[in-house]
């Protein structure tokens, strides 16, 4: 069977290549009865379906694809694996990672298995950002540690220091905050990531009394705040607190009054 159709619109993620991808899915499975190929192409046309937004029909394909295979633990496990990935690409990250940790609990003794070691390194790489999502920062430390542990590809090392910089300034550890947030931008911050970087920086500056590098980060914030989508109204009031307590009165009023709602 020639998947590279199949394949390619499912790594790119392209509208027009997914439409072609289901219609070579459909005629695939109406002459294929092997069950293991129905499985593998009824879990492409559920991919292809979540690319296309069309969540319930992807879910119906995960169904049919368990039944073919109801007794493969390796089935049942893809299954309820792409059932978080449906509700994190949902914007339900709740659902998403109960689902996760679900997994994880209810096949822990095959995740254990060296060839399904990509697997419980990707479900710990999204319980550990998800929990970030879900502003459960305490929980997030161990998970966000321990990820740190696996061979990751720069951008999510970076992301995964940030995150531990973010969960440390939310739990008022200053400098271990700042310290994570400095390691991230030492591998370089990432695009998405560097929208709220700066921000929380200069609150880790701030609190551990680096005045002059916390001015500098809100400068940043304010330079870039309609890029960025930042409260402009907290960038000015940052900026007048910290110019004040370095003594710059003037620039202190100035921000102050920018800062006042208008």
Same mark, same amino acid.
């Given at each position: 069977?020639?998947?590279?159709?199949i394949?390619?619109a499912?790594?790119l993620?392209?509208?027009?290549?997914?439409?072609k991808a289901?219609?070579?899915?459909d005629?695939?499975?109406?002459?294929t009865?092997?069950?293991?190929?129905?499985v593998?192409?009824l879990?492409s046309?559920s991919?292809?379906?979540? @690319?296309?937004g069309?969540f =319930? /029909?992807?879910?119906?394909q995960?169904?049919?694809?368990?039944?073919q =295979?109801?007794?493969?633990p390796?089935?049942r496990?893809t299954?309820?694996?792409?059932e978080?990935?449906?509700?994190q690409? /949902?914007? *339900?990250?709740? &659902?998403?990672? /109960?689902?996760f940790?679900?997994?994880?609990?209810?096949?822990?003794?095959g995740?254990?298995?060296p &060839?399904?070691r990509?697997?419980y390194e990707d479900i710990?790489?999204r319980?550990?950002?998800?929990?970030?999502?879900l502003s459960?920062?305490?929980?997030? @430390?161990p998970l966000?540690r /321990?990820?740190l542990?696996?061979?990751?590809?720069?951008e999510v090392?970076?992301?995964?220091?940030a995150s531990l910089?973010?969960?440390?300034l939310e739990?008022?550890?200053?400098?271990l905050?700042?310290?994570?947030f400095?390691?991230?931008?030492? @591998?370089?911050v990432?695009?998405?990531r560097e929208k709220?970087?700066h921000f929380?920086?200069?609150?880790a500056?701030?609190?551990?009394e680096a005045?002059p590098?916390? *001015?500098?980060?809100?400068e940043i914030?304010?330079?870039?705040a309609?890029?960025y *989508?930042?409260?402009?109204l907290?960038v000015y009031?940052?900026?007048s607190?910290i110019?004040k307590?370095?003594g710059?009165l003037t620039?202190?009023?100035r921000?102050?009054?920018l800062?006042?709602?208008?």
């Amino acid at each position: 069977m020639n998947n590279s159709v199949i394949q390619n619109a499912i790594e790119l993620r392209d509208p027009t290549l997914v439409g072609k991808a289901l219609r070579e899915i459909d005629l695939l499975l109406g002459s294929t009865p092997d069950p293991n190929e129905r499985v593998y192409l009824l879990f492409s046309k559920s991919s292809c379906h979540g @690319i296309l937004g069309n969540f =319930e /029909e992807a879910r119906q394909q995960l169904s049919l694809a368990l039944q073919q =295979e109801p007794e493969d633990p390796n089935v049942r496990l893809t299954v309820e694996f792409n059932e978080g990935l449906l509700f994190q690409q /949902e914007g *339900k990250y709740r &659902e998403a990672f /109960e689902r996760f940790s679900a997994v994880l609990s209810g096949h822990a003794e095959g995740l254990r298995r060296p &060839e399904l070691r990509f697997m419980y390194e990707d479900i710990q790489q999204r319980r550990a950002f998800l929990s970030v999502t879900l502003s459960q920062f305490r929980d997030s @430390i161990p998970l966000l540690r /321990e990820i740190l542990s696996f061979d990751l590809e720069k951008e999510v090392r970076s992301d995964a220091l940030a995150s531990l910089g973010r969960c440390y300034l939310e739990l008022r550890e200053w400098d271990l905050a700042k310290n994570y947030f400095l390691q991230a931008r030492t @591998i370089g911050v990432t695009k998405e990531r560097e929208k709220t970087f700066h921000f929380f920086l200069g609150i880790a500056y701030f609190y551990t009394e680096a005045l002059p590098e916390a *001015k500098r980060e809100f400068e940043i914030c304010e330079e870039h705040a309609s890029e960025y *989508k930042l409260p402009t109204l907290d960038v000015y009031s940052w900026l007048s607190t910290i110019s004040k307590r370095l003594g710059q009165l003037t620039e202190s009023e100035r921000y102050a009054q920018l800062a006042r709602p208008s």
